[in-house]
């Protein structure tokens, strides 16, 4: 059980890596392409991380909210698969990585049927919103923001000047996602699927939501606090695989070589990891934690740069690589 004293201990800890990591924000820049992104604080940097027991380990600005921008892929695949089944999410949208960036189109007409590569990819993502289950995209919404409450336990919401800035100049995206309805790999109207898409990306949390969502996922999608399975195994394990080999973007393959760990991460300098079990025995969370990270100065892939750095410290220190 955590005593005060080792929480005490624990945070300490936690401050004087997030001070040792913070430099690292210089040599990135808040996301532009989103303008009220570009506002942000690029010199934050928090981290939480989240035991079994509840036990918390935090520091840095744990209570700064952000959007999840593309760590809400995982949410939508997992809640996808839960409505869907397997089966109809997979033949819509493959588990290949693709090396490319986020926003990329190319594979979409090089690669016949024009199938998207991955759910962590942008044109999978917009395929699976639009496979979400509801009349409209408010429905759709209304259901993310409910299975995620179910894993923080507490009200969610969307960031509307987020959403209006990125509904705006989502160009990319909206290329993406007519190319995908010609070639049948939307389930709904192009601008219902960006709407539940932007949206989704635009849902507001902190450090400690995004660490309560690693623990779920690192769980299998057993809730530790609540006892309660929220999503079945074979998904949660097929999310964690996705993560490892796709959550990174297309620095994912060296995310996994030195690092080791199920991630991902979004443009607002979001990063969730989800720490199995037998990861975990040479840490404070020997029966494995969820960490979420906040550092809004990204690299040219979109990750955070200091986010990244004190991750690869933390996973190092602890012995956490999963390989
Ligand atoms: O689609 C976009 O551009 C953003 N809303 C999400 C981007 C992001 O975090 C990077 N995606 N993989």
Not at 39 to 46: H, P, W
Not at 127 to 154: A, H, R, W, Y
Not at 291 to 314: E, F, M, Q, T
Request: net charge negative; proline share 5%.
């Amino acid at each position: 059980m955590p005593t005060e004293h080792n929480n005490h201990k624990n945070n300490q800890l936690a401050a004087e890596w997030v001070e040792q990591f913070r430099p690292f924000a210089k040599e990135g820049q808040c996301a532009s392409y989103i303008p009220v992104l570009a506002e942000k604080d690029s010199n934050q940097l928090a981290i939480s991380i989240i035991g079994t027991n509840n036990d918390e380990m935090k520091a840095g600005e744990t209570t700064e909210l952000f959007t999840l921008q593309s760590v809400s892929k995982v949410v939508t695949f997992i809640l996808a698969c839960m409505e869907r089944g397997l089966p109809y999410v997979l033949e819509r949208v493959d588990v290949e990585p693709t090396g490319d960036t986020f926003n990329s189109i190319i594979r979409l007409e090089s690669h016949q049927p024009g199938k998207p590569f991955n759910p962590m990819i942008n044109a999978g993502a917009i395929t699976v919103s639009s496979m979400l289950d509801g009349n409209s995209p408010q429905e759709k919404v209304s259901k993310i923001l409910c299975f995620l409450e179910q894993m923080i336990g507490k009200k969610l919401k969307v960031n509307e000047e987020v959403y209006q800035s990125e509904w705006q100049t989502a160009n990319r995206n909206r290329s993406l996602a007519y190319y995908l309805m010609d070639s049948g790999f939307l389930d709904c109207p192009v601008e219902e699927a960006l709407e539940v898409y932007l949206k989704q990306c635009a849902i507001e949390v902190n450090v400690s939501d995004l660490a309560m969502i690693g623990l779920v996922i690192a769980n299998d999608g057993y809730h530790p606090l609540t006892k309660t399975q929220l999503f079945p195994k074979q998904v949660a394990k097929l999310a964690k695989a996705l993560m490892v080999t796709c959550g990174m973007y297309n620095a994912s393959g060296k995310f996994a070589a030195f690092i080791g760990l199920p991630a991902k991460s979004g443009v607002s300098g979001a990063i969730l990891a989800a720490v199995p079990s037998h990861a975990g025995l040479d840490s404070p969370f020997p029966a494995g934690c969820g960490i979420g990270i906040y550092g809004p100065a990204i690299d040219d892939i979109g990750n955070s740069v200091a986010g990244v750095n004190l991750l690869k410290h933390i996973a190092t220190e602890w012995n956490m690589n999963i390989f």
